[in-house]
Each structure stands twice: as structure tokens, then as C-alpha cells.
């Protein structure tokens, strides 16, 4: 007998399942509403933008692989609207790791590559939303480093007076690094601590602090902020404090 993750407590979220194969697209669906989800269905990419239009889904499990738009370019214009970023966690086959870096690139929050377990996309699902819906710390404060200003209560970061356009996952990689200046992190510690992964490609890492030193380093090709240490991780250097290593961006 199958065991399912425990239903989802409190009003049930609305996910929106993109996923062109009948079978794949039935039993993420139904694990999904199991796990007490309101589950909406787009076989193909131009519906799948129309009913998030619509819906206002809080997140989407969106597969790369779609007839006419595919996955990349529907998550692109998920991402490109204004509000709040729409938690997206996407399918791909184990030889699309190109799109799927790119997908990360993106702003995707999580990917699950296919063949799959069912189970395990619940949990990723569960786990991006409820990051994506916790609540600020009530004793969290504005974090500074010269001029680049974070309020994790508003999530709003600003470098200079000009607010920086992060995504869920950028800002909170960028609070935690701000939290623990001068201290090396490895990638994996990088995955428990801010995305809450006890296992994961650590390539996710990667791609976020490139996305972030984009937008916070003056010269992300020669990054002062956010500084690779060589075979150890990554270290927040504040500009008061920090002195060139020499390392190489990954």
C-alpha cells in the first residue's frame, strides 16, 4: 500500500500542475490532492499561464518539456510579473541539466528530476511553500553591510537607495550570508541552511550566488561581496572588513 505524506494543515494551497504526459500528470495530481492540495491542470504551456492568470495559484510544479511554449520560457513570464515571486518547482529528465541550471537561472525554487518519486515532489512542494509563506522573525531587524541594506521583515533589499529585484530564494541566501560575515560555507551546509535540504545538487548553490553576485557585486566577474574560498564554500566579506584571496568564482 502506498504511504502518503501527511495532508497539507489550514486552507488547502492551490497548485498548478503543467505536465503534458497523461500518466505523469494523473499521479502528481493525485498525490498532490492527497496531501490535501487543490490541484489545477495545464497540459501545455499557453494554458498554463492562462489559469495562473486566473487562478492565482501559490505555487507550480511546471515540467520543462511542453508542446508549443516550453517550461523555460512559461517559467520566464511566471517570473517576469509584478508582486510577489510565484513559487515554481520543475520537472526534468535526468539529460536536461542545461535547462535545468538554466530553470534555477530563472528563479525556479526546486526541481525534481524525472524519473521521480511521487512522494518526494510532495515533500520539495511542501517545503518551498513553506518557506515562501513563513512568517518574518518578530525580532528580525534591518541587516547593513556598507550600502547594501536588507529588511528581512519587508524582504526588501536595497544596494545604494535602489531596491534589488531578488527572488524568494536570492534574498534569503543573501540575509543568511549577511548574518554570518567572515564565515566560510561549504554548498551543502548552504543547502540545509537556507534552503532546508539535507541532501540536494549542490550545483543549485552555485547558480543562486551567481544570480546574487549579479546583483549585488559592483564587478560580478570579479566578486569583493560574496567571495569563493578555494575547495571550502562561500564566505560574505562586508566592505569594511574584506581583503582579496584570489579565489576563483565557481
Given at each position: ?250
Amino acid at each position: 500500500m502506498d504511504v502518503h505524506p501527511a495532508p497539507a494543515r489550514g486552507p488547502a494551497r492551490r497548485v498548478l500542475v503543467v505536465e503534458d504526459e497523461p500518466t505523469v500528470a494523473e499521479v502528481v495530481t493525485g498525490y498532490l490532492t492527497r496531501a490535501g492540495y487543490e490541484v489545477e491542470h495545464a497540459a501545455d504551456g499557453l494554458t498554463a499561464l492562462e489559469l495562473a492568470a486566473a487562478l492565482r495559484p501559490q505555487l507550480v510544479v511546471l515540467d520543462l518539456m511542453l508542446p508549443g511554449l516550453d517550461g523555460l520560457e512559461v517559467c520566464r513570464r511566471l517570473r517576469a510579473g509584478d508582486g510577489p515571486p510565484l513559487p515554481v518547482v520543475m520537472l526534468t529528465a535526468r539529460g536536461e541539466e542545461a535547462d535545468r541550471i538554466l530553470g534555477l537561472e530563472l528563479g525556479a525554487d526546486d526541481y525534481v528530476t524525472k524519473p521521480f518519486s511521487p512522494r518526494e515532489l510532495v515533500l520539495r512542494v511542501a517545503s518551498v511553500l513553506r518557506r515562501a509563506e513563513a512568517p518574518p522573525p518578530a525580532a528580525s531587524v534591518a541587516v547593513r553591510a556598507g550600502d547594501l541594506v536588507v529588511d528581512p521583515a519587508a524582504r526588501r533589499a536595497e544596494r545604494g537607495g535602489r531596491e534589488l529585484a531578488l527572488t524568494g530564494r536570492e534574498f534569503d541566501l543573501l540575509v543568511f550570508l549577511l548574518r554570518h560575515p567572515g564565515r566560510v560555507f561549504s554548498r551543502e551546509e548552504l543547502l540545509r541552511h537556507v534552503w532546508g535540504w539535507e541532501f540536494g545538487d549542490t550545483s543549485t548553490v552555485t547558480v543562486h550566488v551567481r544570480r546574487l553576485r549579479e546583483k549585488v557585486e559592483d564587478d560580478p566577474a570579479a566578486p569583493k561581496l560574496i567571495s569563493t574560498v578555494w575547495s571550502a564554500g562561500y564566505r560574505f566579506d562586508p566592505p569594511d572588513t574584506r581583503a582579496g584571496d584570489g579565489s576563483p568564482r565557481p
